[in-house]
């Protein structure tokens, strides 16, 4: 397992824009999946987006398909979320996770998790 820990979340207008970033421990980076999910209040926690080992594939949940941008820096140990045209049903605490192996698109594939941030988008 690894560590992540998230930044970059507040409170931004509707429109706005906001980069999440996750950094995590260990020296294999380049060996983890990494994933971006959400919970909004009194919702279950769903996928947002991911991103291979490699960098070279990615997913992204409908709901933000061309409006967020998952991408890695390996010499960072880093992943980030770029947010663009938020609007206020993205409302939610964002979690990073951490999965050894193949990108997955699924809560129960991934085994490492931060502890999350806020972010909530005004109208």
């Known amino acids: 397992q690894v560590q992540l820990v998230e930044s970059g979340g507040g409170l931004v207008q509707a429109g706005g824009s906001l980069r999440l970033s996750c950094s995590a421990s260990?020296?294999?980076?380049?060996?983890?999946?990494m994933g971006w999910f959400r919970q909004a209040p009194g919702k279950d926690r769903e996928f947002v987006a991911a991103i291979s080992g490699t960098g070279k594939t990615t997913a992204y949940a409908d709901s933000v398909k061309g409006r967020f941008t998952i991408s890695r820096d390996d010499a960072k140990n880093t992943v980030y979320l770029q947010m663009n045209s938020l609007k206020p049903e993205d409302t939610a605490v964002y979690y990073c996770a951490a999965r050894s192996g193949v990108i997955r698109t699924t809560i129960t594939h991934f085994d490492s998790w931060g502890q999350g941030t806020q972010v909530t988008v005004s109208s």
């Open positions: 260990g020296r294999t980076f380049d060996n983890y999946a």
